[in-house]
T-cell receptor, first 110, second 117 residues
Framework: KNEVEQSPQNLTAQEGEFITINCSYS?????LHWLQQHPGGGIVSLFM???GKKKHGRLIATINIQEKHSSLHITASHPRDSAVYIC????????????FGSGTQLTVLP | ETGVTQTPRHLVMGMTNKKSLKCEQH?????MYWYKQSAKKPLELMFV???????ENNSVPSRFSPECPNSSHLFLHLHTLQPEDSALYLC????????????????FGPGTRLTVL
């Protein structure tokens, strides 16, 4: 059983649609990362969250610590947003661990 | 894109070979990381170096041996690997120090695609 669960696993959208990717986790955390991985393997860090909400361009990330849940939203989606989006949590406590979700494959069609 | 470089980009090795992966960061960061990404599995953090501190994932077999001679260079020495070790090995760096470095934005290299025959 994964400590970090993402949904959906695969998502296909039309250009311009509003997209939501979800991440749920079962452990206490100190922070959460959202990452983007393009075909070929290159990974870009999008956000680090410990509370509330962050926005960067068309991307918005939110986290609810009490509900152990985070969402990544993409507004006005574009084919270049097609990628795998990965959630990762840093466990709280003395033994910090970084645990990754399996990723959400997003395809945005023109 | 040239902030974190990895060599080689592709490597094919036999189970009895010894090889090394190299990572170099040009960002002035203090922490460096090795990750393994196998097909159909989540990313796994293998090792973290932050200045003098090494944080090791307990599930990493001893056939993987990291070396961090300075804050800009990180190696992963490989010996007697198994076919299930075939994966994409990613290096990353971040600014912070100690265990707090995990909270920092990480900058990833392009990865080394390793195939063990």
């Amino acid at each position: 059983k994964n400590e970090v669960e993402q949904s959906p696993q695969n998502l296909t959208a039309q250009e311009g649609e509003f997209i939501t990717i979800n991440c749920s986790y079962s452990v206490g955390i100190s922070a959460l990362h959202w990452l983007q991985q393009h075909p070929g393997g290159g990974i870009v860090s999008l956000f680090m969250l410990s509370s509330g909400k962050k926005k960067h361009g068309r991307l918005i990330a939110t986290i609810n610590i009490q509900e152990k849940h985070s969402s990544l939203h993409i507004t006005a989606s574009h084919p270049r947003d097609s990628a795998v989006y990965i959630c990762a949590v840093i466990s709280s406590g003395s033994a910090r661990q970084l645990t990754f979700g399996s990723g959400t494959q997003l395809t945005v069609l023109p | 894109e040239t902030g974190v470089t990895q060599t080689p980009r592709h490597l094919v090795m036999g189970m009895t070979n010894k090889k090394s992966l190299k990572c170099e960061q040009h960002l002035g960061h203090n922490a460096m990381y090795w990750y393994k990404q196998s097909a159909k599995k989540p990313l796994e953090l293998m090792f973290v170096y932050s200045l003098e501190e090494r944080v090791e994932n307990n599930s990493v077999p001893s056939r993987f041996s990291p070396e961090c001679p300075n804050s800009s260079h990180l190696f992963l020495h490989l010996h007697t690997l198994q076919p299930e070790d075939s994966a994409l090995y990613l290096c990353a760096s971040s600014q912070g120090v100690g265990s707090g470095a995990l909270r920092d934005t990480q900058y990833f290299g392009p990865g080394t695609r390793l195939t063990v025959l």
